[in-house]
Nanobody, 124 residues
Framework: QVTLVESGGGVVHPGGSLRLSCVAS????????MAWYCQVQGKERELVASVRSDGTTKYQDSVKGRFTIARDNAKNATYLQLNNVKREDTGVYYC??????????????????WGQGTQVIVSS
């Protein structure tokens, strides 16, 4: 089993900054893509940013130039730096990890995990 633990959410003023963290732990063999999604109440989760194992990043158009995704492979962690935040960035941010894990028989199994979500509120 694998567990994702997120941290770093909170209340921030428009134009301010925030850093989200997500750490994966458990029977991890290899992590492929790590990503952050945002969900606003009443709407579906949307991809905000992702980073592949080779370091290739992808961003939603609305956050390009403001948000930065990074990963630390040694710590099985991913981070999302939010700069110059806007009110429309408000939502619950979820970490998403695509990985290979091992089971009790040491078989390699592909799996996708979600973090518990961390609330970001942009308000003056």
């Amino acid at each position: 089993q694998v567990t994702l633990v997120e941290s770093g959410g909170g209340v921030v003023h428009p134009g301010g900054s925030l850093r989200l963290s997500c750490v994966a732990s458990g029977s991890i063999i290899k992590i492929n893509t790590m990503a952050w999604y945002c969900q606003v109440q009443g709407k579906e989760r949307e991809l905000v940013a992702s980073v592949r194992s080779d370091g290739t990043t992808k961003y939603q158009d609305s956050v390009k130039g403001r948000f930065t995704i990074a990963r630390d492979n040694a710590k099985n962690a991913t981070y999302l730096q939010l700069n110059n935040v806007k009110r429309e960035d408000t939502g619950v941010y979820y970490c998403n990890v695509d990985l290979w894990q091992s089971d009790s028989e040491l078989q390699f199994i592909p799996a996708i995990y979600w973090g518990q979500g961390t609330q970001v509120i942009v308000s003056s």
